[in-house]
């Protein structure tokens, strides 16, 4: 059974509303890149061009030009002779992404306390309250995508370019390995309460409790998730 969603499917493209915003090459490595995240696609999987061209009802070429999207992302990797394919991150990867996060955010979040008043902390509330609706419908794919807006939005209020611009560049990757977490925590409660802990340290503006706050939520379960990987 196809992996992807016949032609004309709403949820594939709604490509009426849409393809006046981006490329046709975009809107797909943007579909593809939701469904890897969401499950729908395995990592290691082939991701065929025939297929994907008469899933979406377009040329190759588009396809390709999606696909190379995501290889720049580093999402999927193309094989000489052998096709393309959705990325496989080993061990080493996930610690490399781990370290670079938590040495860019801790930093970027002490960055930003002088920085955060009251109209960011009602946007961080905004974000809470999200997250706190998709912990009790139980939508992990959500959750995940909460916590990429909550990291960022907070980033951004650094005022350092450089780190902003490094850290927009490595989301993809960071969001493919929350892919894994879900099955470290408790429940999507927990996974929410996380965050608001994190969001109270911010609010002390206290530099030393927001950086140790920081490396505490980010390296617990992604430590976690390279021991058990190591174990298999």
Same mark, same amino acid.
Request: glycine share 4%; charged share 30%.
């Given at each position: 059974?196809?992996?992807?969603?016949?032609?004309?499917?709403?949820?594939?493209?709604?490509? /009426?509303?849409? &393809?006046?915003?981006?490329?046709?090459?975009?809107?797909?490595?943007?579909?593809?890149?939701?469904? &890897?995240? *969401?499950?729908?696609?395995?990592?290691?999987?082939?991701?065929?061009?025939?297929?994907?061209?008469?899933?979406?009802? +377009?040329?190759?070429?588009?396809?390709?030009?999606?696909?190379?999207?995501?290889?720049?992302?580093?999402?999927?990797?193309?094989?000489?002779?052998?096709?393309?394919?959705?990325?496989?991150?080993? !061990?080493? !990867?996930?610690?490399?992404? &781990?370290?670079?996060?938590?040495?860019?955010?801790?930093? $970027?979040?002490?960055?930003?306390?002088?920085?955060?008043?009251?109209?960011?902390?009602?946007?961080?509330?905004?974000?809470?309250?999200?997250?706190?609706? $998709?912990?009790?419908?139980?939508?992990?794919? !959500?959750?995940?995508?909460?916590?990429?807006?909550?990291?960022?939005?907070?980033?951004?209020?650094?005022? *350092? @370019?450089?780190?902003?611009?490094?850290?927009? @560049?490595?989301? +993809?990757?960071?969001? $493919?390995?929350?892919?894994?977490?879900?099955?470290?925590?408790?429940?999507?409660? @927990?996974?929410?309460?996380?965050?608001?802990?994190?969001?109270?340290?911010?609010?002390?503006?206290?530099?030393?409790?927001? *950086?140790? @706050? +920081?490396? /505490?939520?980010?390296?617990?379960?992604?430590?976690?998730?390279?021991?058990?990987?190591?174990?298999?």
């Amino acid at each position: 059974m196809s992996i992807f969603l016949e032609k004309g499917s709403q949820t594939a493209m709604e490509e /009426d509303r849409m &393809i006046v915003q981006k490329p046709l090459s975009e809107l797909i490595a943007e579909e593809l890149r939701q469904r &890897i995240w *969401n499950k729908q696609v395995q990592f290691g999987e082939r991701l065929l061009e025939t297929e994907l061209a008469e899933m979406f009802d +377009v040329s190759r070429s588009t396809i390709r030009e999606a696909l190379k999207i995501l290889e720049q992302e580093q999402l999927v990797i193309s094989k000489a002779r052998k096709g393309t394919y959705v990325t496989e991150f080993t !061990d080493e !990867d996930l610690a490399e992404i &781990i370290e670079l996060r938590t040495l860019m955010e801790a930093h $970027a979040f002490q960055d930003a306390l002088p920085e955060l008043g009251r109209e960011h902390f009602a946007k961080l509330s905004e974000i809470l309250d999200e997250m706190k609706t $998709a912990a009790g419908k139980g939508k992990w794919g !959500d959750l995940f995508d909460l916590d990429m807006k909550l990291h960022g939005y907070i980033v951004n209020q650094s005022g *350092n @370019s450089r780190i902003i611009r490094i850290y927009e @560049s490595i989301q +993809v990757q960071i969001r $493919a390995y929350l892919v894994h977490l879900d099955q470290y925590y408790s429940s999507p409660h @927990s996974f929410y309460a996380e965050h608001r802990e994190l969001v109270d340290a911010l609010k002390t503006k206290d530099p030393q409790k927001v *950086n140790r @706050s +920081v490396r /505490d939520h980010i390296s617990y379960v992604e430590e976690k998730l390279l021991q058990t990987k190591q174990k298999q």
